[in-house]
């Protein structure tokens, strides 16, 4: 089959997504009475090339996302420190030397023993990283995740390393063409996220839920997420890998 090649948009392009994004972000937390300086936008940059990146971060972009640890380290060392890196995808256990060096969030915390490789890294290079646990929210066989019944367990084992910080919990829920029926996953991850804030453990601090992408990052706010990640409708449809 031959897929057609997605049109790369102009760093002039990308700009404009961004101020659109962030537009959308303000009248959703609106919509909910919240203010939205508080909810932080995580930029989706896999295989977007390092001049989009740029250009979206020349328009105000912080923070930006990547799921391949080579490929994140490549654009780390070409982009530095001016943004905060967060790892989002399926991290290899054998990655996690890699990724501490750079990243400061890594969103795809999903089982015990990527924590402790994780904790074990980041003491050898003397840093804290802030993990997200990933729950699989929708149970769905193809993710990753832990599953719901799994993270109190998870959260409280990794409670006791002291080189990971626990802040927060990621989700990726099931695909639905119409938004409004992710609401109820949005929801059910935000009654975990209060249930876990009120436990009081070491290094872990629940500051941010992360929910929501291009297409229902809006519902997600209305829901309570205070940290999206988004990338198409910033940096336009991704290339079909070519691997
Ligand atoms: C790709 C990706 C996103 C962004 O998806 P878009 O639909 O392009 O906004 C968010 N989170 C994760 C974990 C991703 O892999």
């Known amino acids: 089959m031959v897929e057609a090649k997605a049109k790369i ?9 961004l101020f659109k994004v962030k537009e959308k972000i303000a009248h959703a937390a609106e919509r909910v009475g919240r203010d939205p300086s508080e909810i932080l936008l995580v930029g989706a940059t896999k295989s977007v090339d390092v001049e989009r990146i740029r250009a979206a971060i020349e328009a105000g972009l912080e923070h ?65 990283i802030d993990c997200l646990i990933e729950v699989n929210i929708g149970g769905e066989e193809t993710k990753s995740g832990v599953n719901p019944d799994e993270v109190e367990q998870l959260v409280l084992r990794a409670s006791q390393l002291a080189n990971i910080r626990i802040v927060g919990l990621m989700a990726m829920p099931p695909y639905f063409p119409e938004p409004e029926q992710v609401r109820p996953y949005f ?40 940290m999206v990640r988004i990338g198409t409708a910033i940096f336009g449809p991704r290339q079909p890998k070519e691997r």
């Open 187 to 226: 929801r059910k991850m935000r009654h975990f996220f209060e249930r876990l804030k009120a436990f009081d453990l070491p290094n872990v601090e629940m500051r941010y839920l992360s929910m929501g992408m291009s297409h229902d990052f809006e519902v997600a706010i209305e829901e309570g997420a205070n």
């Open 9 to 17: 948009l102009t760093a002039e392009q990308v700009k404009e997504n």
């Open 64 to 128: 930006i996302g990547e799921n391949y640890a080579q490929e994140a380290w490549a654009k780390y060392q070409q982009i530095g420190n001016v943004v905060t890196w967060h790892f989002i995808g399926h991290l290899q256990t054998n990655k996690a030397k890699l990724v501490v060096k750079f990243c400061k969030f890594v969103q795809s915390l999903d089982r015990l023993a990527l924590a402790e490789e994780l904790n074990k890294r980041a003491e050898q290079v003397g840093r804290v």
